[in-house]
């Protein structure tokens, strides 16, 4: 309901935020009947708003041992050993974040510096080897700065590009980088070598402001396009159905 005097919410122009969480529904677009695991704010509001969108058979979880509906609703159970075969048998879509980065895709959450004498203790390693290697992952990362996207992260965490083609056939068989988002654009590995590129620019972003937050060379072509724009319905979703209280704003705002 639209009070009057007031902007329907589907017409008002889409925050930087909410083409955030555009980029990252749209990393589970024609995902099928898989496990979506969205680690942080905005990828969780993008998962809902990919199943209730353009991908209806997107499974979500509670974060814990239940399968539940749109509503928040529990529709099955999802003991652990069962969510374990969904990871293996590269049912699920992770959405990770990253202490660090770098150009092919390998992904720090344990340590910062030195392994033996750290300067900074992060979460640890653990499931991001897994993940990465059975099933698909990608990456938010609310704060785009040289200190996340790195020329050589301290340690690998999640595993990229380079160190799965050198560990061979049984660790890039399911190795899958969709996508990395960030807040000022969507990065992928569409490139010869495997290496990161900018693959789209937020509004009111530019190309160098991307270069000049990112650690190491990244592929920029000269004609970057833009994030999609979110449609009426899709923002009429996220304002009034997923997000009333606008909790996207917390991790974004600009």
């Not at 509906?69 to 293996?88: I, K, Q, S």
Request: net charge neutral; proline share 8%.
């Amino acid at each position: 309901m639209t009070t009057p005097g007031t902007t329907p919410p589907g017409t008002r122009p889409a925050t930087r935020a909410e083409y955030c969480v555009i980029a990252c529904a749209d990393a589970w677009r024609d995902n099928g009947e898989v496990l979506a695991s969205p680690m942080g704010l905005i990828p969780s509001v993008g998962a809902r708003l990919a199943k209730r969108t353009f991908s209806p058979d997107l499974l979500l979880t509670d974060g814990e041992a239940m399968i539940v509906g749109l509503d928040g609703t529990p529709e099955g159970w999802l003991p652990y050993r069962l969510h374990l075969a969904m990871v293996t048998g590269g049912r699920r879509h992770v959405m990770m974040g990253a202490g660090q980065i770098d150009r092919f895709g390998n992904q720090n959450i344990s340590c910062i510096g030195d392994w033996e004498q750290p300067a900074r203790q992060l979460l640890g390693v653990r499931g991001a080897p897994v993940n990465t290697l059975n099933n698909p992952v990608s990456y938010w990362i609310p704060k785009h700065s040289p200190r996340v996207f790195v020329e050589r992260v301290d340690m690998i965490s999640g595993v990229g590009h380079d160190s799965a083609a050198a560990a061979g056939p049984s660790a890039t068989r399911y190795h899958r980088i969709p996508r990395v988002v960030t807040d000022l654009g969507v990065l992928d590995f569409a490139t010869a070598d495997r290496s990161m590129r900018l693959a789209s620019l937020h509004p009111g972003v530019t190309a160098n402001q991307v270069r000049e937050a990112t650690g190491f060379t990244l592929t920029i072509a000269d004609d970057v396009p833009r994030t999609r724009e979110p449609t009426p319905e899709e923002l009429r979703l996220i304002r009034e159905v997923i997000d009333p209280e606008g909790t996207r704003d917390r991790e974004v705002r600009v």
